[in-house]
């Protein structure tokens, strides 16, 4: 799901995207050490890419199809679910 990301922000131990059409999704940061680790700085140092966010100074990657699944844990995409409609 090809994605146009006009703002990223952390609050509440969560990473928050809102896209150019207004839709506004998170995700805990308990799934992505190294971000959640990561400085203020090298948080706001991201590429997007066809599939999702990039962040290279910290080798970290989300999918854009990973912020629709109903539990948000990125382990589970490794098995059938259907996405949040």
Request: zero cysteines; hydrophobic letters at 35%; charged letters at 25%.
């Amino acid at each position: 799901m090809m994605k146009t990301v006009k703002n990223i922000w952390f609050a509440d131990e969560r990473i928050f995207i809102e896209t150019a059409k207004g839709e506004v999704m998170s995700q805990p940061m308990r799934f992505f050490p190294r971000l959640r680790q990561a400085t203020d700085n090298q948080r706001s140092t991201w590429t997007e890419s066809p599939f999702g966010l990039h962040w290279e100074n910290i080798d970290e990657d989300i999918s854009f199809d990973s912020f629709t699944w109903a539990d948000n844990d990125p382990l589970t995409l490794y098995h059938h679910q259907e996405p949040i409609k």
